[in-house]
């Protein structure tokens, strides 16, 4: 049978001591033989609508996460899937809740050409999780329920204020001092990656091929760096001058990069000629190269949106 279980990094499914990306077909006819509905496992045919889905996904990512098997009946008969498909459900979750969870879809293919979509909810970090109805929904034993209980809101909403909380102190960058001239203004960005799995995330990380960045970055960037500092890949490009020569270290257009996938960077507003204009144009190509760096880490899956729509 299929044992689910929680860890900081990952929430993972296993079969066998097979992991998530691992599994096969036959895994999962075990699974929808062996196992319940229940806090972790719901069942639902094809014929489900949008909003008992986005109900279900509400409620185990506002509790402990878990796997919704499609195409599979409450008497656990795999009937298959003609009306969802794999763009249908990522449309679907997107569309229905408010934030979207962390979640990852899988399509199995029995041998009677019978489709199973597996639908993987982490637990949610950001929670309450909200239907486009309004409603919050939690996961009591094998059921979804809303949730009308003040107390247990205001938990959740202290728990997002707290990770919010989190990830605005990790990327958060320290102000420029007041006492260094000809600095018009800056542009601070900031993001945390939300992924399903973060161990190819590190792993993308770790085999970063710096040399061959830094040759791409010689073709765009006139000065330019790149170095790993303890768990950060720091990038600059550019070369910044003051009226009164002084340089600070945050002076300068950068990128930091963690291992998590999390960014933080700075974008400068300067005026190195003394005149009265800021170079707009050497600003969208600081986001571009910086865009193509990451996605030259990551790979272009991971291609932030926010580099895109600037």
Not at 47 to 72: C, D, H, M, P
Not at 128 to 140: C, D
């Amino acid at each position: 049978g299929f044992t689910g279980f929680l860890s900081s990094a990952n929430f993972l499914l296993t079969s066998n001591n097979r992991e998530w990306n691992e599994l096969t077909v036959t895994d999962v006819e075990k699974a929808v033989a062996s196992e319940e509905e229940s806090f972790y496992f719901e069942f639902k045919d094809d014929r489900v609508e949008s909003r008992k889905l986005a109900e279900e996904i509400s409620a185990l990512a506002n509790t402990y996460g878990g796997y919704l098997f499609l195409g599979v009946s409450d008497k656990k008969e795999i009937d298959g899937c003609k009306k969802w498909n794999e763009q249908s459900i990522h449309a679907m979750i997107h569309d229905s809740l408010s934030p979207t969870p962390g979640f990852d879809v899988k399509k199995f293919v029995t041998n009677d050409n019978k489709n199973i979509y597996v639908i993987r909810i982490e637990p949610g970090t950001m929670p309450p999780y909200i239907t486009s109805k309004g409603k919050i929904y939690e996961r009591l034993s094998s059921g979804s329920f809303p949730i009308n209980d003040s107390t247990k809101l205001t938990q959740m909403y202290y728990q997002r204020e707290n990770e919010l909380k989190r990830i605005e102190e990790k990327l958060t960058i320290g102000t420029i001092e007041s006492n260094v001239n000809n600095v018009f203004g800056y542009l601070d960005i900031g993001f945390s990656l939300k992924a399903t799995n973060y161990d190819a995330v590190w792993m993308k990380y770790v085999e970063a091929d710096l040399k061959q960045i830094g040759n791409e970055l010689k073709k765009t960037a006139n000065a330019y760096s790149i170095s790993r500092v303890g768990y950060s890949l720091v990038v600059s490009v550019g070369e910044i001058n003051t009226v009164n020569g002084n340089v600070l270290s945050n002076l300068h257009n950068f990128m930091e990069v963690m291992g998590d996938g999390s960014v933080k960077l700075r974008i400068l507003l300067t005026n190195n000629d003394e005149s009265d204009k800021v170079n707009i144009g050497w600003i969208f190509t600081v986001i571009s190269i910086f865009s193509d760096i990451y996605s030259r880490i990551f790979g272009e899956n991971y291609k932030p949106e926010l580099f895109t729509a600037v």
